[in-house]
């Protein structure tokens, strides 16, 4: 039978005004509880709602926070892994990264991915479900309580494909900065996409200044479809012009994400193919983000060794290229390793 509760996080104060006022109470209740919600507090936690509110809220309301089932924490930097359990028993990852500008959580959308990138743990178990916006949010939520720390940077490339969980996805960004609750600016959020064109096309009209992140990992439709089934439906160049378009309906530069592998995308002649298809395409800024390939046994693929060399042809080309810095190399920092592994545990 369905759960008919209201997953009060996943609810705008509006929303949670609206609940609080049909059970009789009055309305500035309302901004007391999403306070405590966003602090990761329900029930007696909520320490200025009375008793009576908090029965009558966990009556009509689930709180869906995720819960730490092991956390790994980095030697080398302080990063640290969490393995997040949900309410019903399934498991996702985030990542907690320090850097000089503020700490950055990178979130999972889902419960595994369907999208097949053959680089990638996380899709090697398939997609079991899409996550609520209170299962995003409440993955910072409860990183935060964890480390005492604000986290003032989301990126969106844990587990799953955000946007092909796209209006749960929105909902978490209208919330996630909200002023009344974690107000994380948008303008500090990255949403990764494999390269689903049409919502792209859907994104670029909802009039949030987020960054958009390309995982492109290609130069030509033959290696990328190789590599990434989605190219299949959306080819290369589709994919470039609706990111041109992007930019221009939006103002916001387009990050391009390019995991390189031994044998497949390494070369000289592949980086001279990637930044003519980018300059073909691309009439505003571009980035391309260099990621050396986080291992994954059942793969087969491994790291290249021309990282450097390839970032320095971009750059030779005109091409704004860096190399991301590799942070929690010890505990196997990339997302769907710890799910896997907690699966094969069962």
């Not at 980095?74 to 997040?84: A, V």
């Not at 390494?266 to 395409?281: C, H, M, R």
């Amino acid at each position: 039978m369905e759960n008919s509760k209201n997953d009060i996080l996943s609810l705008t104060l509006p929303e949670v005004e609206e609940i609080v006022l049909d059970l009789g109470e009055p309305r500035f209740r309302a901004k007391q509880i999403y306070g405590w919600i966003n602090k990761g507090m329900w029930g007696s936690e909520m320490k200025n709602v009375p008793a009576l509110l908090q029965k009558k809220l966990e009556d009509v309301c689930e709180f869906r926070m995720p819960t730490i089932k092991r956390k790994l924490v980095s030697h080398l930097d302080g990063t640290i892994k969490y393995l997040f359990e949900l309410i019903d028993g399934e498991y996702i990852e985030s990542v907690f990264m320090r850097y000089e500008h503020g700490n950055t959580l990178c979130i999972s959308s889902q419960v595994g991915c369907r999208m097949g990138c053959k680089f990638c743990a996380s899709t090697l178990l398939g997609r079991v479900r899409d996550l609520l916006p209170s299962e995003m949010l409440g993955q910072i939520i409860a990183a935060q309580k964890d480390t005492g720390e604000r986290i003032s940077n989301v990126v969106m490339m844990g587990i799953g494909e955000p946007l092909d969980n796209y209006d749960n996805t929105i909902k978490f960004l209208r919330l996630v900065s909200d002023e009344n609750g974690l107000n994380i600016g948008l303008r500090h959020i990255s949403v990764s996409t494999c390269g689903l064109v049409d919502k792209i096309e859907r994104l670029w009209d909802e009039g949030l200044p987020i960054t958009l992140s390309i995982s492109l990992h290609a130069y030509d439709n033959e290696v990328r479809s190789g590599i990434m089934p989605v190219n299949n439906k959306y080819p290369i160049e589709g994919l470039l012009k609706a990111c041109d378009t992007y930019f221009k309906k939006t103002g916001r530069r387009v990050s391009y994400e390019y995991t390189l592998i031994a044998g497949k995308n390494d070369t000289q002649e592949g980086a001279v193919q990637l930044a003519g298809i980018l300059k073909k395409y691309i009439h505003g800024p571009c980035h391309v983000n260099l990621i050396p390939l986080n291992e994954v046994k059942e793969t087969r693929l491994e790291t290249s060794k021309n990282v450097n060399a390839f970032k320095n042809k971009l750059v030779s080309l005109g091409i704004n290229a860096t190399v991301r810095r590799r942070l929690g190399s010890d505990i196997n920092a990339s997302c769907g390793q710890l799910r896997r592994q907690e699966k094969k545990d069962d």
